[in-house]
């Protein structure tokens, strides 16, 4: 496992072109999130960057083939799962931590009577760190059972088709097909909504955990039962 | 086959698709035994399924039906992949890899210990002939014969005793090819079992001890390679113009089966040990005796058309 985990964290974060990208990309978003200060349910930001950084977490290794070789060595399905997820999910916490970093230098940078209440910032890594989490999840099922990007892809097409259609509900001042975008984005999205630090609180860390974990198991279900040769076309 | 089974396969079917695919029958119930140290191919036209049988030897397809051991364990054991060593037809590695990195990854995942790797890099590297520099760079830049070559190193790491090679020679150069051949030998020398498969036919009648003729999903044949196969053989026999009806004789009542062209004699049928004693003893001087094509070519295009041959 170590060693999928450490190709992983080779390719897709210390090769040039990744680095900057996840380099450059974190310091924008930090400015971002000094300006906005918020939380949003989908962060574009760590969105953006889980979506291409790690698109074709495993769907690149079935297409290329280079899955047939990992297979025939000492490994296990579970352990190569393991190390590929282990590393994107270190990744993401890396970049959202660089990125909170930047955050409040800029913050700091601004004028101390600006620094926000530092339960409002751990706020904002919390939704960032848990966004990035669940979007990893959902590359990782779609990655498990769509062949080479296309998990990405896939998964880009669903939010903006929901964000579509939620507009098009409005327009048409249809509250029923508001709702349906509204909870149809509440799945895609898994929001983190434990704000509140009320009883409220475990229950959405309840509701996240347990959806991640679901999608995760389903991904990890899907791979054990494929079968990978090129002969099957 | 003799020698100590290593791979047994038993009843062994394989359908592709499904609910939306069209259902394609790849295995029909395949029987095989293939010896401890035995070089063993695997021949037959395109979409015989030679492939399929591989990925599921390989563990990396599940038999629909019927049951495969590797040195009596499941081909998926961990066991048995510690000792598995694989070359694919279909080179694709992450490309973004350079040639060292490729080879750490994989002695790593085949169980080198640390401390060894770089030895055992440096050793499978020049065991394939790969140049020092080409270690540095991408896998991207390298040609098809040196991506073969990376391929057939990784599949050389830790020696496996089981070797599996899907179309080993493809792309490469008379060198490769004469590379591939004497790691095969090396293999064979060392008690390793091997599995290839490959359409270079000549390469596999000089490197195998027995091949599979696999169509449509069926072990048509087996095949002892320099036994039936040898029979098989045609051979071109040249005498002198005023010998050659003695020779017809001598031939025929040797058990060959005789034709003339051009005044040259066409044989085949027997074994070709027979020839020289048979025309000294006929008093006919044998000025040449060269073997008419590849005999597993022979016998290839034999089973393709149907013919049951013995």
Known sequence: MAEIFRSTILARALRPLPLAFALGWATFGGFTGAMLRSHPALDPVTAMYVLVAFMGLIGLDVENGGLHLILTRRITRNQYLAGRLLAAFCLCFVFCLFRFAVTCGITAWAGPGRFPPTSELLAVLIAWLGASAWQLGVLFFCSTFLPGRLDSFVYWLLLVANALVAGLGEMLDKPWLTALTDWIGDQLLNPLEIWAFDATTGWGLVRFASNLTVVVLAGVLIFHRRQFSYAAG | ?310
């Open chain 2, 1 to 310: 086959m003799g020698a100590e089974t290593a791979i047994r396969v038993n009843g062994v079917h394989k359908t592709y698709g499904g609910l939306l695919a069209r259902r394609k029958k790849a295995l029909l119930g395949i029987d095989l035994e293939v010896g401890q140290g035995e070089v063993f191919g695997l021949i037959g036209p395109n979409g015989a399924g030679k492939t399929t049988l591989m990925g599921c030897l390989l563990g990396l397809l599940r038999p629909d039906i019927g049951t495969i051991e590797v040195a009596g364990r499941a081909p998926d054991d961990l066991w048995v992949r510690e000792r598995t060593g694989y070359l694919p037809e279909r080179l694709g590695f992450d490309r973004g890899l350079t040639g060292r990195q490729f080879l750490e990854l994989h002695a790593r995942l085949a169980g080198v210990p640390t401390r060894q790797v770089p030895e055992a890099i440096e050793d499978v590297r020049q065991r394939s002939d790969l140049a020092a520099e080409a270690m540095k760079r991408r896998l991207k830049s390298y040609s098809r014969g040196m991506l073969q070559r990376i391929a057939l190193a990784q599949a050389l790491l830790r020696e496996p005793a089981f070797l599996f090679l899907d179309e080993p020679t493809s792309g490469m150069d008379p060198t490769g090819v004469a590379l591939v051949r004497r790691h095969l030998h090396d293999a064979k020398a060392r008690g390793a079992t091997v599995v290839l498969n490959s359409h270079h036919l000549t390469e596999v009648e000089r490197v195998c001890d027995r091949v599979a003729f696999v169509r449509g999903g069926r072990v048509e044949r087996l095949e002892t390679l320099s036994g039936q196969a040898s029979a098989r053989q045609a051979w071109c026999v040249r005498v002198p113009g005023p010998q050659q009806e003695r020779a017809c004789v001598a031939l025929l009542a040797a058990g060959f089966a005789v034709s003339s062209n051009d005044g040259l004699l066409r044989i085949e049928g027997g074994a070709v040990e027979a020839v020289g004693p048979a025309l000294v003893g006929a008093g006919v001087t044998l000025i040449e005796l060269r073997p008419i094509g590849a005999q597993l070519e022979q016998l290839f295009f034999a089973e393709k058309n149907g013919e049951s041959g013995g």
